[in-house]
């Protein structure tokens, strides 16, 4: 049986200050080599799980353990372990691409030969070389979600956290960057990604979870969501059927 790489239990998360709870008792599994989609409404804590998973912000109670480490506790033994790739662009817009690699991989410990050997796969794989001595705030907005990606790649973790990558990007750096995703998946980085593009979602992920108001309230493939729940013939109607059509903000 495939190893579970993540597992969370009973999770709650209250901001400081917040009234509500933000997670609300979540329930997450993920296997070793999935490519994983986390989806729910806006506001449903998608963002806030990512965050704790990655050591960002502390969970208020509940147990998680990533690749065998328990979370806070061993989060210096997870973090060589993971990459997150946030919502935001990440990068530094008045340093050049090539310098950005260089500081996050000076970050992540590498050094030297390696380092260079690195940045010059990250280049590539991001299909910029003809820009890599570009400062960021010159690139366009696919550009800088192809260079945000592959920065997050660049010590190559075995688990990649990706935060809607594909928001605002057109259907060309849409298709490279979902290369880069299934070549990385495919060589057994686990991925685990947020997004609001269900169809997207259907067709590249091996399951998702569905989150609404912090909890997970399904976790299946694709294709047995769209079998078992009543009325459904895509994963957008699943969604719609099991969150409902009321706004969230
Ligand atoms: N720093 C914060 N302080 C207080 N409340 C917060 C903070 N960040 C998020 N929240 C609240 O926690 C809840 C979950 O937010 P989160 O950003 O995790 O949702 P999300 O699923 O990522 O949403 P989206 O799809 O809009 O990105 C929301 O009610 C949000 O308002
Ligand atoms: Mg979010």
Redesign the pocket.
């Given at each position: 049986m495939t190893e579970v790489i993540i597992q969370i239990q009973e999770l709650t998360?209250q901001?400081?200050?917040?009234k509500?709870l933000?997670?609300r008792g979540l329930d997450l599994s993920v296997k070793q080599g999935e490519f994983f989609g986390l989806l729910?409404?806006?506001?449903?804590?998608?963002?806030?799980?990512?965050?704790i998973l990655c050591g960002l912000?502390q969970p208020t109670s509940g147990h998680i353990s990533v690749a065998g480490h328990k979370i806070p506790g061993h989060l210096n033994a997870i973090k060589p372990l993971i990459g997150l790739v946030p919502?935001d662009i990440a990068l530094y817009p008045t340093l050049t691409f090539v310098e950005n690699l260089s500081f996050f991989g000076h970050l992540y410990g590498l050094r030297g030969q390696s380092l260079r050997q690195r940045i010059e796969q990250c280049i590539e794989i991001a299909g910029l070389n003809n820009f890599a001595d570009k400062m960021i705030k010159t690139y366009s907005g696919g550009m800088k979600r192809r260079a945000n990606l592959a920065a997050g790649l660049l010590h190559q973790p075995k688990i990649i956290f990706l935060?809607?990558p594909t928001v605002n990007v057109d259907p060309q750096s849409r298709n490279v960057i979902f290369d880069i995703l299934q070549n990385i998946n495919s060589n057994g980085t686990t991925i685990i990604y947020?997004t609001?593009y269900l169809e997207e979602a259907q067709q590249f992920c091996h399951r998702v979870a569905i989150?609404d108001q912090?909890k997970v309230i399904c976790q299946d493939t694709p294709h047995n969501l769209i079998k078992n729940t009543a009325g459904s013939r895509d994963l957008g109607e699943v969604f719609l059927n099991l969150t409902g059509r009321h706004l969230?903000?």
């Open positions: 998360k901001y400081p200050g917040a509500e933000a997670l729910g409404p806006n506001g449903s804590g998608k963002t806030t799980t990512i965050s912000i919502q935060d809607e947020t609001h989150m912090g969230r903000d």
